[in-house]
């Protein structure tokens, strides 16, 4: 079954606003990324965490494994952050299956 | 700077024909190299992945099959096309003592 439930599929902000997503585990994960969407459909990664949080601008994430969920977090959003943001996880070793989550789609409304 | 170069851009293939996807990686040396496909509305999935020259380990059948024939080179490939292959077909390495994933510009495959 899926493994990774992320949070909203979709969300509309105001700019200069902020939100957060969330991606709940159904088991233990070792690890967790955070990739954008870009233009041409490809991922762009913006975190990996193990444990513990990161910073990047506007940008934070946290990742909890034994309460089995991540967030990513976005403050004073801006038109260009709009787009598709997906978070991904492992169990084990990661030369093994990375589970996606489905997507949440960001539009940052003027 | 590490660089993944994938190719074609986009394919649109009959029913039955074959198909061969390419996906090169440079300024790194034995990298982990995989495969992911995302169907339009789908979630993405990993097909295949490779940690050395000549071997390959299958994730999901999707009668697809995968080969590393050079270290810096990952084929994705079938004799024969279905319906279902269409999609989003994205290369990655994983970069780093961090594990992270980098992904390639994708390939979009349209089957007919």
């Known amino acids: 079954g899926d493994q990774v439930e992320q949070s909203p599929s979709a969300l509309s902000l105001h700019e200069g606003t902020g939100s957060a997503l969330r991606c709940n585990f159904t088991t233990t994960m070792r690890a967790v990324q955070w990739f954008r969407k870009n233009s041409r459909g490809s991922l762009i990664n913006l975190f990996y965490?193990?444990?513990g949080t990161k910073e990047n601008g506007r940008l934070k994430s946290a990742f909890d494994s034994k309460e089995r969920y991540s967030t990513l977090h976005i403050r004073d959003a801006q038109l260009e952050d709009s787009g598709t943001y997906f978070c991904?996880?492992?169990?084990?070793?990661?030369?093994?299956?990375?589970?996606f989550g489905a997507g949440t789609q960001l539009i940052v409304i003027p | 700077a590490q660089t993944i170069h994938q190719w074609p851009v986009a394919e649109i293939k009959a029913v039955g024909s074959p198909l061969s996807l390419g996906c090169t990686i440079k300024?790194?040396?034995?990298?982990?190299l995989y495969w992911y496909w995302q169907a339009t509305g789908g979630t993405l999935q990993q097909l295949f992945y490779?940690?050395?020259?000549?071997?390959v380990e299958s994730v999901v059948q999707l009668n697809l099959s995968a080969s590393r024939p050079k270290d810096d080179q990952f084929i994705l490939s079938t004799e024969k096309l279905l319906l279902s292959h269409s999609g989003f077909y994205l290369c990655a390495w994983m970069g780093g003592d961090a594990e992270t994933l980098y992904f390639g510009s994708g390939t979009r495959l349209t089957v007919l």
């Open positions: 991904a996880a492992n169990r084990g070793s990661a030369l093994g299956r990375l589970h």
């Open positions: 490779s940690i050395t020259v000549g071997q």
């Open positions: 965490l193990a444990s």
């Open positions: 300024g790194k040396s034995s990298p982990n």
